[in-house]
């Protein structure tokens, strides 16, 4: 206990620990989301995607990240559109951009002058390496989120469970859909350094997959799934530190035995 007390005199440990909290947030409302309007597959796309960002920005010298972030919403704008104006099906639209954005980040890396950087961290994540700045960004997409939930939160119910339903009660389906697949790729985006471009899809589905075993009710998966998600953050960084693995890695790692858990809890509550 003593030595657990010791880390939090690190700084990026506690770096860590706030990010945790603000992952589990983000993904929680952003995840909960995406798996109840059953659009796993457009943010798989995304992620992929926004690796071309991760290369321009460091072609051009820029903060990897915002590059990540500008790429990611308009990938994820760009499939919106193909879908609804170029009339392209919805999977041939998420692989054109998933492919175009890893090619152009593969290109623009290639082509940076001097040595090649580290992508490790981009594709697998380490959550020790996130810094006061990315904080910051993530504090602002939590009360981005939590206030667009807050003050739309029937509107987006409905249009997560029934489109149709939602165009016959005039609600600008179209407007919210741009909206709300921006913050998906924005919280995609920023939880990269917690999990990596290849992992980040899980820590927005596992725990929604784990809450959705017991309740089917919206606001209940959300809550449920910041909760979950924070508890398999948090101990997947302890278990990284003890074992001395890669934290993003762990982290999958702990929130797939929860949903394990999860399961098995709820096969022995319909025998008993």
Request: proline share 2%; glycine share 8%.
């Amino acid at each position: 206990m003593n030595e657990l007390i010791a880390l939090f005199s690190y700084d990026f440990f506690t770096n860590a620990f706030l990010a945790a909290i603000l992952a589990s947030v983000t993904c929680g409302i952003a995840g909960s989301y995406i798996v109840s309007r059953r659009i796993v597959f457009i943010s798989g796309g995304i992620t992929h995607a926004s690796f071309g960002g991760v290369g321009i920005a460091y072609f051009m010298g820029l903060n990897p990240i915002l590059g990540a972030a500008v790429f990611g919403v308009l990938s994820a704008l760009g499939i919106q559109v193909l879908k609804d104006r170029g009339k392209v099906r919805e999977d041939s639209a998420i692989a054109i951009w998933w492919a175009f954005g890893m090619a152009v980040g593969i290109i623009c890396i290639a082509l940076t002058p001097g040595y090649t950087p580290n992508l490790m961290s981009f594709l697998f994540g380490n959550i020790l390496t996130v810094t006061h700045f990315d904080l910051y960004l993530f504090l602002g997409l939590a009360i981005a989120l939590i206030t667009f939930f807050s003050l739309f939160f029937n509107r987006i119910l409905y249009i997560a469970f029934d489109e149709d339903f939602a165009r016959a009660n005039h609600i600008p389906v179209r407007t919210f859909n741009a909206i709300l697949i921006s913050l998906v790729a924005l919280t995609i985006v920023l939880n990269i350094k917690v999990v990596g471009i290849i992992l980040v899809l899980s820590l927005l589905t596992i725990p929604q997959t784990a809450v959705n075993l017991f309740t089917k009710n919206f606001k209940q998966l959300i809550w449920g799934s910041s909760i979950v998600g924070f508890v398999g953050t948090f101990s997947g960084l302890l278990f990284s530190y003890y074992a001395d693995i890669p934290s993003g890695a762990a982290i999958i790692f702990t929130l797939v035995f929860l949903y394990v858990t999860f399961w098995v809890v709820s096969k022995l509550k319909y025998l008993l």
